[in-house]
């Protein structure tokens, strides 16, 4: 093999029905060159040369936060109750404390703080009251970032869910559903349905045109896998590799199958949330965590071939009374939200958080786990996990709980608490985000200035 041997970044394993993007090995071209560039200033040169991505999750209903709030500023905080399942990645986020959704506040509107601050997140704009199609917010912060980077890329951005919604109808206080089970929106007045069953995202990552459901039925009834249609091609590829792209490509087909075996394993996954405070009809193989983490190691394969760079997750919708049986809290999570200051029913929020917390520790092992660089792919992140509300009893939208992981490409400085100024608009954040993102911004919906300490 020459030694000036190289692909194209955007090289595909090919065949019937497959189309598999690579991750960055070190024989691709221009990602070699930029990083032999970037070599000698070190590190952080190094990390600026790879494509920085971001994502935003959604937990809904607010904390306990009391459980979620450290009670001390700087890097040598103690970790809070609910934070416990990241305490192995203390060095990777920070925590941010006084920033507020100003606009998912009632604003003459009356009542509906869980459509609207579903609605508010990421547009930083007030919501329409109505429960028809003049249903108006803003275009949300990761469309802006995808507007700016989606030709880079196979796919402009990717939604997700576990939860799907309503097509059409009001689901609370005289508010669209539109809002409720969206985060993403493509303009003020068209928001982006979010997937919510993986095998559909799995099936957009590495399918040529996507399978249909009975198409898929055969494949799962044999235990094929997509990879097999493709091995030709891999083989072809790993006889041209250097061991270190060898291991690496190795391993990423390794998580690719291990993903097609657990969608094979675990059921349905696309389940319909009824209107209002209804409980949901959960069938019995329904396995919520193994939802969320198989979204969680879509997002990470999806980042990790540089099919998109950006993401959105809902792992429940705003207002959602999902119970969770699976750590005991039969209870509805919208029901116990509104505790009145019960003890008992607080300490059940806190298990919910917690729980959440835990599936979010797990997509932060995915994303260090996987090489890239000088470092991981979350060195290469901005991974923002939060809520519109913080005290799910009141209503509130002030102090809202907001963590923020990754180092940017080495843009941010985690391993943090900080306070900004009270009600300053979560907004400041994202327009800082966006910039370190590489897309210049100076103003997104309520935004007031920036967010300057996520990297000092």
């Given at each position: 093999m020459p030694a000036h041997w190289s692909i194209p970044r955007r090289t595909f394993l090919r065949g019937i029905g497959a189309a598999i993007a690579l991750p960055f090995l070190d024989v691709m071209e221009p990602a070699t060159r930029a990083l032999a560039a970037a070599a000698p200033s070190g590190p952080a040169a190094a990390a600026a040369a790879l494509p920085k991505r971001m994502a935003f999750i959604y937990v809904p209903n607010g904390k306990n936060m009391v459980d979620w709030t450290p009670t001390t500023f700087g890097a040598d905080y103690e970790i809070p109750a609910i934070l416990k399942p990241l305490a192995a990645h203390k060095n990777d986020f920070s925590l941010i404390t006084g920033l507020a959704h100003n606009q998912a506040n009632a604003l003459g509107d009356g009542g509906g703080d869980h459509a609207r601050s579903a609605g508010t997140y990421l547009t930083a704009a007030h919501p329409r009251k109505t429960g028809g199609s003049n249903i108006r917010a803003g275009i949300s912060v990761d469309q802006v970032a995808a507007n700016a980077l989606g030709d880079n890329t196979r796919f402009r951005s990717l939604e997700l869910s576990c939860d799907k919604g309503q097509a059409s109808g009001t689901c609370e206080s005289g508010y669209s559903c539109a809002y409720q089970f969206n985060l993403a929106w493509k303009s003020e007045t068209q928001p982006i349905t979010p997937e919510v069953d993986p095998h559909a995202v799995f099936d957009r990552l590495f399918s040529t045109g996507g399978l249909s459901k009975d198409a898929r039925s055969q494949r799962d009834k044999y235990t094929q896998s997509i990879l097999d249609s493709a091995l030709d091609d891999a083989r072809d590829l790993q006889k041209k590799l250097g061991a270190t792209d060898r291991r690496k490509l190795d391993e990423y087909l390794t998580s690719i199958r291990e993903v097609e075996v657990r969608l094979t394993k675990n059921g349905k996954f696309d389940i319909p949330v009824p209107a209002a405070d209804d409980e949901p009809i959960i069938p019995l193989d329904y396995n919520y965590q193994q939802h969320i983490r198989l979204m969680c190691d879509l997002m990470a394969l999806a980042f990790q071939t540089d099919s998109?760079?950006?993401?959105?997750?809902?792992?429940?919708?705003d207002g959602s009374n999902r119970p969770y049986p699976q750590i005991n809290v039969n209870d509805g999570h919208h029901d116990l939200s509104h505790h009145r200051n019960d003890e008992h029913k607080k300490a059940l929020i806190a298990k919910i958080n917690t729980f959440h917390t835990t599936q979010l520790a797990y997509f932060l092992d995915k994303l260090k786990s996987i090489k890239e660089g000088n470092g991981n792919l979350l060195d290469n992140s901005m991974i923002c996990y939060g809520s519109a509300i913080s005290d799910g009893n009141q209503h509130l939208h002030s102090n809202l709980p907001v963590l923020l992981a990754g180092k940017g490409g080495g843009t941010l400085s985690p391993g943090r608490h900080?306070?900004?100024?009270?009600?300053?608009?979560?907004?400041?954040?994202?327009v800082s985000m966006l910039n370190r993102l590489g897309v210049p911004a100076k103003k997104f919906g309520d935004s007031s200035g920036l967010v300057e300490q996520i990297s000092a």
């Open positions: 998109t760079r950006v993401a959105t997750f809902i792992m429940a919708h900080f306070k900004v100024d009270d009600m300053t608009p979560m907004a400041n954040l994202y």
